[in-house]
């Protein structure tokens, strides 16, 4: 592979259009594929090239990234889609899908000779995506790494996992522990309400404090603006927390917070539809109450920033 890789980047969506866009924009020639043409269109405005499909992209790439929602859409395409069989012999494929362990050690046992596969999920939500600030967990053999990383580091900060799959096993547990404190966060508010404190001052107080978190940041203005953040769906936190659970029965321990989080994401999900905003998680708690964590304020959405 040259210096400066050529890339194929399949899946346009929430973060994998924003992703796309900067790697074009940093001087890569990208051969970029989604099924939505819109999607297709944006990042050919930032200076993608557009490939006639999926296979194309693979064939044309030194380096393929796919960002794609679930688990399934990565083995259709892969697979089924004959992207794996397109990839060319000494180029690599980076998965930046938040994905099944197990699938990902499979598909890599049956990428051609010559292909290696890394994966690389990623963290940080649509604005880290947009503003090259998220946080890579990138798992594979020292080789595969060091070829992937220059172009990963566009996007934001690289961490070395471990083995192929290991990048995934990070991500799971950093959404694991994303997950309980968002469903927390909900219960912290009422606590709070009910006792008469200000939301804005209980806010302050929590940021302030031990109770400080990436979610008590991040996440907190998508609850007081009323709007829970559509930019991720309680469909895909049920997809997540299904793939922790798979990993949760190889340890020989009861992990009993991850089950209460799965199960508060399953109700509202059960409430409100799973493909709503996933910080319902937060209004099935203020309904249940009879409270509101409404809250006066410039609350800009953080994928409009």
């Not at 992703?19 to 405005?45: F, I, K, S, W």
């Not at 999926?54 to 089924?80: G, K, N, Q, V, Y």
């Not at 070395?160 to 290991?166: E, H, I, N, P, V």
């Not at 912290?188 to 940041?217: M, T, Y």
Request: aromatic fraction near 6%; include cysteine; charge should be negative.
């Amino acid at each position: 592979m040259s210096e400066r890789p050529t890339l194929g980047f399949i899946g346009l969506g929430t973060m994998g259009g924003p992703m796309c866009a900067r790697l074009a924009r940093a001087g890569y020639t990208v051969h970029a594929y989604d099924l939505d043409p819109q999607r297709l269109e944006a990042v050919v405005a930032a200076g993608a090239r557009a490939a006639h499909s999926a296979i194309d992209a693979a064939a044309e790439a030194d380096l393929l990234l796919t960002s794609l929602p679930r688990p399934d859409h990565c083995e259709a395409l892969m697979r089924a889609g004959g992207v794996l069989a397109a990839l060319r012999p000494g180029s690599a494929w980076v998965d930046l899908t938040t994905n099944s362990v197990p699938l990902l050690h499979a598909l890599a046992q049956e990428a051609p000779a010559g292909v290696a596969v890394a994966d690389s999920p990623v963290t940080g939500a649509v604005d880290g995506a947009r503003g090259g600030t998220l946080t890579l967990f990138l798992g594979g053999g020292p080789d595969v790494v060091a070829r992937a990383r220059p172009v990963l580091e566009h996007l934001g900060r690289v961490i070395d996992c471990g083995a192929l799959g290991t990048g995934n096993v990070v991500k799971l547990v950093t959404n694991q522990l994303w997950f309980v404190h968002a469903a927390a966060l909900g219960e912290g508010f009422a606590l709070g309400r009910q006792h008469g404190v200000d939301l804005g001052v209980l806010w302050e107080a929590i940021k302030a404090s031990v109770g400080d978190s990436f979610v008590a940041r991040h996440d907190a203005p998508s609850i007081f603006a009323g709007h829970y953040d559509p930019s991720f769906t309680l469909d895909l936190c049920l997809k997540d927390l299904g793939l922790i659970a798979e990993l949760s029965h190889e340890v020989q321990a009861p992990l009993p917070m991850t089950v209460a989080a799965h199960e508060t994401f399953a109700r509202a999900g059960d409430r409100y539809g799973r493909d709503t905003a996933e910080l319902h998680v937060a209004r099935q708690i203020e309904e249940d109450a009879g409270l509101s964590f409404r809250l006066a304020g410039d609350w800009t959405p953080p994928w409009e920033q």
